[in-house]
């Protein structure tokens, strides 16, 4: 347990990245999902929190994972803007957008990962004799 917070922060933002995918698949297709996300709900708080927390040791937080939790902040942001000052012109704007914002965030992420990967390949290639 004494690195605990290396693999919450390396595998909560893809399983919560994950689960939003899922939830703007599933409120695209027109199912209502409202309990569920009453319980998960998206929450800028714990998405910031769980960024700052990826800031604290940058020597084993990887930096790819950050993305997904910028985007883990915009989509509530957007989602209050939205329902305080009706920003959207109607709903499915607002589903395309979130989408959109979603899925760059995903290949940025990927993008990253795999540069991190094969940089990381080549070092131990490299170190080998």
């Not at 990967?117 to 131990?124: D, Q």
């Amino acid at each position: 347990m004494k690195n605990i917070d290396i693999i919450i922060v390396r595998v909560l933002p893809i399983l919560l990245y994950i689960m939003m995918g899922i939830e703007i698949m599933v409120y695209m297709l027109g199912f209502d999902i409202g309990n569920f996300y009453y319980l998960h709900s998206n929450s800028l708080i714990y998405a910031a929190s769980l960024f700052f927390i990826s800031l604290a040791n940058r020597r084993y937080h990887c930096t790819y994972n950050r993305i997904c939790y910028i985007v883990l902040c915009v989509v509530p942001i957007l989602n209050y803007l939205d329902a305080e000052f009706d920003i959207s012109p109607d709903t499915q704007f607002g589903f395309i957008l979130i989408a959109i914002i979603y899925i760059v965030g995903l290949v940025l992420t990927a993008w990253l990962a795999i540069r991190h990967f094969v940089k990381a390949l080549k070092r131990k290639r490299n170190a080998r004799p």
